[in-house]
């Protein structure tokens, strides 16, 4: 089967998921893709399912192994049934995780109810469910109270346009953060003609408050850290009078302040500082490859940056600025190939991670599945028997995972 030899083309350590062709439900494409350890030192994984990204049939699948996550269980359907097919009412998509002390795992995701602000697979309610088993069993799902913001529609019945696309994490007060990105209402603002890329978008810091109360779902107490005009915004080059900053990744530096590193439409990655745990954040700028350095090239697609020790840390880009090749303004085949840029701490410094050389990471080739040859990494980073490991969509296809060797860190080049 030509998937088959596909599989080893980006050179997986860990297989997790291969699509079998089902249509109740489809499993085709498969994205946002978060592993994450339970309370007793097995590993799970949540993501969005469908038969193309944006498709009425997007749903929220788990899965489960056990300490050493090499093998998995078959994905269960735990959001996303009786999707209305004209009007995409059920849908539901970008699901995360946040596990509490007790070991209660929550799922949020974003619940379409039948109406559209900007986009169909964006728009919608954030909605949660949570399992007291490890995910043998989940409860009923319950509305999330989400804070409303200037960025809503005017229209008090219209859901906002979000999505939070990494797993929060846990900092030093003990709550989750995390980033979350916001679609502006088109009732807020004249959207540019053409490409998505142009739309005006903003990233929020969310604080989850009560976690570990094991409260259920629409009793959660979320606080926006940067409202009253503190969002994040960086402009759009084509649109300066807009945001184009998307999909925070949040680190936690050794000294205690939090680091942000957010996509943009710039042609670079943008980052951003909070020295306070998240209660305020520094203007947003071009991530360079340390201060005054040149600016670290990639387009409008994933960057995480993921701590992966004490003071080491792991950048991943395109290593271009959008145009790539035959291909121009951020197309979708501009989201290739991978690169791995090793950081490591630098307290006295402005920007205070410094990167290594670009380090050939992966690529697809230019080679589709399921319609798409694009890398982009909907990702999440854990330690595996010792070894950090990056799980990713192939293609927005496969879900597969890599250690970091101390092999191949070993090898970054510092300029």
């Keep these: 089967m030509p998937d088959l030899i596909e599989l080893q083309r980006t050179r997986p350590d860990y297989i ?20 994450f350890e339970r309370r007793d030192g097995t590993y799970a994984a949540v993501w969005t399912q469908s038969s193309f990204e944006g498709r009425y049939d ?3 699948v788990f899965a489960e192994s056990d300490r050493h996550a090499r093998v998995w269980s078959r994905p269960r359907l735990i959001a996303g049934r009786d999707i209305d097919p004209d009007t995409g009412k059920n849908m539901c998509s970008w699901g995360f995780p946040l596990v509490s002390r007790s070991g209660r795992i929550y799922i949020l995701y974003v ?25 043998a069993t989940w409860s009923e799902p319950r509305e999330v109270p989400m804070p409303a913001t200037v960025w809503d529609s005017t229209d008090p019945a219209m859901p906002p346009s979000v999505i939070i696309w990494q797993k ?23 959207v540019p003609p053409g490409s ?91 991530l360079r490859y340390r201060d005054h350095a040149p600016i670290i090239r990639h387009p409008l697609s994933p960057c995480p940056c993921y701590r992966i020790d004490r003071e080491e840390y792991v950048l991943f880009i395109h290593n271009h600025d959008g145009n790539f090749g035959p291909w121009t303004n951020h197309e979708g085949n501009c989201r290739r190939p991978v690169y791995l840029l090793r950081g490591r701490f630098r307290p006295e410094a402005r920007q205070p991670l410094e990167f290594s050389a670009p380090i050939a990471f992966m690529d697809s080739d230019n080679i589709p599945l399921n319609g798409r040859s694009d890398l982009a990494l909907y990702s999440s980073m854990t330690r595996v028997d010792g070894c950090p490991v990056l799980w990713y969509p192939d293609r927005k296809h496969f879900l597969l995972g890599r ?3 101390r092999r191949l860190l070993d090898s970054a080049v510092w300029p």
Excluded: K
């Design 196 to 286: 998505w890329i142009n739309w005006h978008t903003v990233v929020d810091i969310l604080r989850f408050e009560n976690i570990d109360d094991d409260v259920p779902p629409d009793r959660l107490r979320i606080t926006n850290l940067t409202d009253n005009g503190r969002t994040l915004r960086y402009p759009n080059p084509n649109y300066p009078e807009l945001s184009a900053l998307q999909e925070a990744t949040l680190s936690e530096l050794p000294d205690g302040r939090i680091f942000a590193v957010m996509r943009s439409v710039a042609g670079c990655p943008v980052w951003s500082l909070s020295a306070d745990g998240g209660e305020s954040w520094s203007t947003p700028e071009a």
């Design 403 to 405: 250690c970091l060797s």
């Design 16 to 35: 997790v998921f291969i699509p079998q062709g089902n249509d109740n439900p489809p499993d085709a494409a498969n994205e946002h893709f978060l592993v």
């Design 168 to 190: 929060p994490l846990r900092f030093g007060g003990g709550r989750h953060l995390a980033g979350i990105t916001r679609w502006v209402s088109p009732s807020r603002y004249t």
């Design 111 to 135: 619940r379409h109810i039948g109406v559209n602000d900007i986009c169909r697979h964006t728009t919608g309610i954030m909605t949660g469910i949570f399992s007291d088993d490890n995910g």
């Design 58 to 60: 997007q749903h929220i």
